[in-house]
């Protein structure tokens, strides 16, 4: 065999090799995929959470019938909730756990997993707290005082969170200021109003709960009417 006829004979060798790819390239169908949307992005323990899951073909047209499995960690216990798609979706409604904390939400389908929706679990309603005061090291300042501050499910409230804090008399309100939580917790010096009509007392609120100090006449002597 001549080199010109083996040249030939290899170039026609080529070129079905690469129909041959071409065509079974074509011939392999285009993979499924999933994909999860799960909202609102925070929410409160035993809160609704909407998850909604996508199943589209490769060419992005939707499928229809395919058994699709959400799974989430809910208070550390594995759940799994079924269902089929229907014109590409399935949605369930899911209730938050009572853990402070994240949710991660997945979706399977036979060897399909799809991406990971997160939603944040955050504090509720503060339970009703005490409102503390003692004297400060400074003449005619108070230290307000909480325990640490939680909602019915012992999740600790967010250091981001302030509190409202009111001074007022017989007369009204004095005064009005706000603090800043830590480590779940106030610790705030304050001042006391130059005059006052006793009783002098303090309000707190923390978001809907509202709380007021004892008679604090006897630690703010210096600004009592009369004194």
């Not at 269902?83 to 590409?88: A, I």
């Not at 230290?143 to 009111?166: C, H, K, R, W, Y």
């Amino acid at each position: 065999m001549t080199n010109r006829t083996k040249a030939t004979v290899y170039l026609l060798s080529l070129i079905m090799s690469v129909g041959f790819s071409d065509a079974t390239a074509q011939a392999q169908p285009a993979a499924n995929s999933l994909h999860v949307y799960a909202g609102p992005q925070t929410a409160l323990p035993e809160g609704n959470i909407s998850v909604t899951i996508e199943m589209t073909d490769g060419h992005g047209r939707s499928v229809h019938g395919e058994t699709i499995q959400l799974t989430y960690i809910s208070d550390g216990v594995p759940m799994t909730i079924s269902g089929k798609v229907s014109n590409g979706l399935v949605s369930f409604d899911v209730n938050a756990q009572r853990r402070a904390g994240e949710m991660i939400f997945k979706a399977l389908s036979s060897d399909l997993v799809s991406n990971n929706a997160p939603v944040l679990i955050v504090a509720a309603q503060p339970k009703t707290f005490k409102l503390k005061v003692r004297p400060a090291r400074n003449p005619n300042f108070v230290e307000l005082m909480t325990e640490t501050l939680s909602d019915a499910f012992g999740n600790p409230i967010s250091d981001q969170t302030l509190v409202s804090l009111s001074w007022f008399d017989s007369s009204g309100v004095k005064r009005s200021e706000a603090a800043q939580l830590s480590n779940s917790s106030m610790s705030y010096m304050s001042i006391c109003p130059r005059v006052y009509i006793a009783p002098l007392k303090v309000r707190a609120v923390l978001k809907n709960v509202e709380v007021f100090s004892s008679d604090l006449s006897a630690l703010c002597e210096l600004g009592k009417a009369g004194a």
